[in-house]
């Protein structure tokens, strides 16, 4: 089955640019989907199709995709990014959606 | 507004079954694929099942297929999750969330299950 590695933790300062990566297999040749969640509360989608934002996410969220690896990068991080997130993808070998195993995002 | 509300979780004994319902609004619910995303205490997501605007495709995590079964009532802009021969790794809230990205979601239901 289809496996999405993602770092447990990052650490980043105020005003830093924080990235988080997700490998898989090839994983450029899928679309990539990006999900930050709060403590108790549900998944919200800051990216997806590796580089696109729904409406109402800052532009401070963008994304990128090539080869192994999709990465998220957070620019001029804010308390508020304080969050978990997780990378998804449709992998079509199998008709599953795969989620990645997560990073927490510590503020300092 | 966009909104999915979960139902129907709850207590229940291994081996036992459980309906989930969500309910949507807000959006055109017959042109959104829908899934349920499923999350255990402390740990991350999983996917659980997907379902095609028209239900002409079905989609089922390895760990749930054969017991759990997911569908959906356009007129009545709802989805639904039954969960039959219930372990105790099935315990998680639940997630409704619409889209292939999944771009909504509900606030979930707790389902435990337990002895």
């Given at each position: 089955?289809?496996?999405?590695?993602?770092?447990?933790?990052?650490?980043?300062?105020?005003?830093?640019?924080?990235?988080?990566?997700?490998?898989?297999?090839?994983?450029?040749?899928?679309?990539?989907?990006?999900?930050?969640?709060?403590?108790?509360?549900?998944?919200?989608?800051?990216?997806?199709?590796?580089?696109?934002?729904?409406?109402?996410?800052?532009?401070?969220?963008?994304?990128?995709?090539?080869?192994?690896?999709?990465?998220?990068?957070?620019?001029?991080?804010?308390?508020?990014?304080?969050?978990?997130?997780?990378?998804?993808?449709?992998?079509?070998?199998?008709?599953?959606?795969?989620?990645?195993?997560?990073?927490?995002?510590?503020?300092? | 507004?966009?909104?999915?509300?979960?139902?129907?979780?709850?207590?229940?004994?291994?081996?036992?079954?459980?309906?989930?319902?969500?309910?949507?609004?807000?959006?055109t619910f017959s042109s959104y694929s829908m899934n349920w995303v499923?999350?255990?205490?402390?740990k991350g997501l999983e996917w659980v099942s997907s379902i095609s605007?028209?239900?002409?495709?079905?989609?089922?995590?390895?760990s749930v297929k054969g017991r759990f079964t997911i569908s959906r009532?356009?007129?009545?802009?709802?989805?639904?999750?039954?969960?039959?021969?219930?372990?105790?790794?099935?315990?998680?809230?639940?997630?409704?969330?619409?889209?292939?990205?999944?771009?909504?979601?509900?606030?979930?239901?707790?389902?435990?299950?337990?002895?």
């Amino acid at each position: 089955s289809y496996v999405l590695t993602q770092p447990p933790s990052v650490s980043v300062a105020p005003g830093q640019t924080a990235r988080i990566t997700c490998g898989g297999n090839n994983i450029g040749s899928k679309s990539v989907h990006w999900y930050q969640q709060k403590p108790g509360q549900a998944p919200v989608l800051v990216v997806y199709d590796d580089s696109d934002r729904p409406s109402g996410i800052p532009e401070r969220f963008s994304g990128s995709n090539s080869g192994n690896t999709a990465t998220l990068t957070i620019s001029r991080v804010e308390a508020g990014d304080e969050a978990d997130y997780y990378c998804q993808v449709w992998d079509s070998s199998s008709d599953h959606y795969v989620f990645g195993t997560g990073t927490k995002v510590t503020v300092l | 507004e966009v909104q999915l509300v979960e139902s129907g979780g709850g207590l229940v004994k291994p081996g036992g079954s459980l309906r989930l319902s969500c309910a949507a609004s807000g959006f055109t619910f017959s042109s959104y694929s829908m899934n349920w995303v499923r999350q255990a205490p402390g740990k991350g997501l999983e996917w659980v099942s997907s379902i095609s605007s028209s239900s002409s495709y079905i989609y089922y995590a390895d760990s749930v297929k054969g017991r759990f079964t997911i569908s959906r009532d356009n007129a009545k802009n709802s989805l639904y999750l039954q969960m039959n021969s219930l372990r105790a790794e099935d315990t998680a809230v639940y997630y409704c969330a619409a889209g292939v990205a999944f771009d909504y979601w509900g606030q979930g239901t707790l389902v435990t299950v337990s002895s």
